[in-house]
């Protein structure tokens, strides 16, 4: 039997009466790599914020790593990026990394090991020692995937990972992370990007705040009997080609 690394049932999130998320049903099989994938304001942050219990639902539950969110303990098992880079501007790359490691009680050796393979991963290595501030956008989102991978959680969540960064650094980048399922973590990828959608284990398409396909890149694409996942989401989305 598979273990399910997320699993969220009849889940409902409103914001001032508006209807963000209505009656989700989501389950991320443990040691893939999930795609959450839809528009811009489809809802995505949202899921990801109540998965991680960032913000509450209104209706549902949320069960992560076999724990019921909301779950402080769990944060630790979790490297979150968020779509907005959370830095301090006026620390260095190093600075950072190491702050955000030091919230997970590695010893000072591991905490090291870590910080230089999550930077040399990011091809940050030569800016570490640059305060933040003077670090471009693509450079920022760099350091906050960073600091997801450097506790070495069994959990990724990373909310639109890519965006703002070079096609060659985006495919080390895809490369490693497929290095890290292989190594037993889950990951979870928000994109709306079909190219990287291509590259997941399994998807949710989502839209409107509904889930309107999932399944494997290959299951969707005979499914709506087409060779592109664009297609698959106008198709099961009911919007005419
Ligand atoms: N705190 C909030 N208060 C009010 N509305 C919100 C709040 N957070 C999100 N929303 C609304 O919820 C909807 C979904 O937003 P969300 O950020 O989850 O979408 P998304 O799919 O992640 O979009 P993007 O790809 O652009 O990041 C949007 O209409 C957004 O304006």
């Not at 811009?40 to 960032?54: A, C, E, L, P």
Request: charged letters at 20%; one cysteine or more.
């Amino acid at each position: 039997m598979c273990y399910m690394a997320i699993s969220m049932k009849n889940v409902s999130k409103s914001f001032q009466k508006q209807s963000v998320i209505s009656d989700l049903h989501l389950e991320v099989e443990d040691g893939v790599i999930f795609g959450l994938i839809g528009p811009s304001g489809g809802g995505k942050t949202t899921i990801i914020k109540m998965m991680i219990g960032m913000i509450t639902a209104d209706t549902g539950t949320i069960t992560v790593l076999h724990k019921k969110v909301p779950n402080k303990p769990l944060l630790f098992d979790i490297g979150y990026m968020a779509q907005a880079d959370a830095l301090y501007t006026d620390l260095t790359g190093l600075e950072n990394l190491r702050f955000f490691g030091s919230m997970y009680n590695m010893h000072k050796n591991k905490l090291q090991e870590r910080v230089e393979y999550a930077s040399k991963l990011v091809d940050l290595t030569d800016a570490l020692h640059k305060r933040v501030a003077n670090y471009s956008g693509g450079m920022r989102r760099r350091l906050s995937l960073a600091i997801a991978l450097v506790q070495d959680p069994p959990l990724i969540i990373l909310d639109e990972p890519t965006v703002g960064i070079d096609p060659a650094l985006k495919k080390q980048i895809w490369q490693e992370l497929v290095v890290l399922k292989n190594a037993g973590k889950t990951i979870l990828v928000t994109t709306h990007a079909m190219d990287e959608a291509e590259k997941c284990d399994e998807l949710a398409m989502l839209r409107s705040g509904k889930i309107i396909a999932t399944g494997t890149p290959t299951e969707l694409k005979e499914r709506f009997h087409t060779n592109s996942l664009d297609d698959v989401f106008l198709q099961a989305g009911g919007v005419n080609t």
